[in-house]
């Protein structure tokens, strides 16, 4: 700023030819122009003065900030670097500080799997793997158990064990002893009277161990090692049995249609006669024991022999009537003899071995009246 001490009261400098008029340099020796309601010691500070002197009219001075030299080995890269962001204090955190995830923040790359299409896709291909390790499992199992044929022979209803059971005891009241086909292929038991069936044997087999143990009860000879060596001697006897029968049938060279599961029908059914002599023992002692075996034993013997004589017997010689003359008829009638004879052979022995084979598995059951009075 610029002040003339020959200004007038209206502000204008009196002009003087003699003397030029005096400039000031330093503004602060006259003092301030503003009027202040109270006068203090301390002089007022101008915001836009400062004290250079060669900053005369108060305009704002920018320092420029010094920059900081680094080595060339040094140098900090020309990159952004993300800062972390301040965390709210309700987010649980780890036993080690860090920030537990949440329900939603299972990891971007596991986001996928929570598509409703990526979920139906990965149900799809487990059920399909599944079905294709069923598939091998069970054409492993039927290699050695044929479960589609098992169907067949557990394939009855109440009034086909009704009926059946009236057979086995009762056989001279049948008269029909053929069987049915369908296409060349058996009916199912419960459609047929005379086929064969495992229904009856197993619970026959079953109802036999629980007798037993009766039984042996009232002998005061009962304990848990005596039921099971009771159950796994029958089921021994069994199998040992059906092997007799393989490979009698082997060795004779007897063609039957008479299948391994159709053998193990058809002996099973000794323990519904066995299931008869136990409760004849328990129920009349001694003499309702040989009561009950002679009659059960006589009886399933009839029934196998009507029974298997359709299947043993069957497959009757028509080829020499359909040929005429054959200049080796009679060597083919005479082995046709001999084949006839080793079935009859074979069904005989399956036939008489029934009786044996129930006697042996319950005379050690026999109570007496002497152990029943003791006890």
Do not use: C
């Not at 080690?96 to 986001?111: C, D, E, H, N, S």
Request: proline residues 7%.
């Amino acid at each position: 700023m610029n002040f003339n001490a020959q200004a007038g009261a209206d502000g204008r400098a009196q002009r003087s030819l003699s003397k030029k008029p005096k400039r000031v340099s330093d503004v602060n020796a006259i003092g301030s122009t503003i009027p202040y309601q109270q006068m203090t010691s301390q002089i007022p500070t101008n915001q836009y003065m400062t004290n250079d002197p060669n900053n005369l009219y108060g305009q704002p001075q920018y320092a420029p900030q010094p920059q900081q030299q680094f080595p060339m080995d040094q140098q900090q890269p020309n990159y952004y670097i993300p800062q972390p962001q301040p965390q709210p204090n309700n987010i649980p955190r780890q036993p080690g500080g860090q920030p537990a995830p949440g329900p939603g923040l299972a990891g971007g790359q596991f986001a996928m799997f929570q598509q409703p299409i990526v979920q139906d896709m990965a149900m799809q291909y487990g059920q399909k793997l599944a079905d294709q390790g069923k598939e091998i499992v069970h054409s492993h199992i039927e290699k050695y158990v044929p479960l589609s044929k098992l169907k067949y022979y557990f394939s009855v209803d109440n009034s086909y064990v009704v009926n059946k059971l009236k057979i086995i005891f009762f056989p001279f009241m049948q008269k029909d002893w053929g069987m049915k086909y369908d296409h060349d292929n058996p009916v199912q038991p419960r459609y047929d009277i005379n086929a064969p069936d495992l229904y009856i044997p197993s619970m026959s087999y079953i109802t036999y161990v629980v007798l037993a143990g009766i039984a042996l009860g009232m002998q005061n000879r009962f304990s848990s090692e005596q039921l099971g060596i009771q159950a796994s001697s029958a089921l021994a006897y069994s199998i040992f049995e059906i092997v007799i029968y393989t490979l009698t049938l082997y060795i004779g060279n007897i063609s039957t249609s008479l299948s391994t599961l159709d053998l193990l029908a058809l002996t099973g059914y000794k323990y519904a006669a066995i299931v008869v002599t136990v409760a004849g023992t328990i129920l009349l002692k001694r003499m309702g024991y040989y009561l009950a075996l002679l009659y059960s034993s006589s009886m399933l013997a009839l029934f196998l022999l009507r029974t298997m004589k359709a299947k043993v017997l069957s497959g009757q010689d028509q080829a020499q009537s359909a040929v005429g003359y054959d200049p080796y008829g009679g060597q083919q009638h005479a082995d046709h003899n001999l084949g006839r004879k080793r079935k009859l052979y074979f069904l005989f022995l399956v036939t008489g071995l029934q009786p044996l084979l129930a006697f042996w598995l319950t005379v050690h059951l026999v109570v007496n009246d002497t152990a029943v009075s003791s006890a």
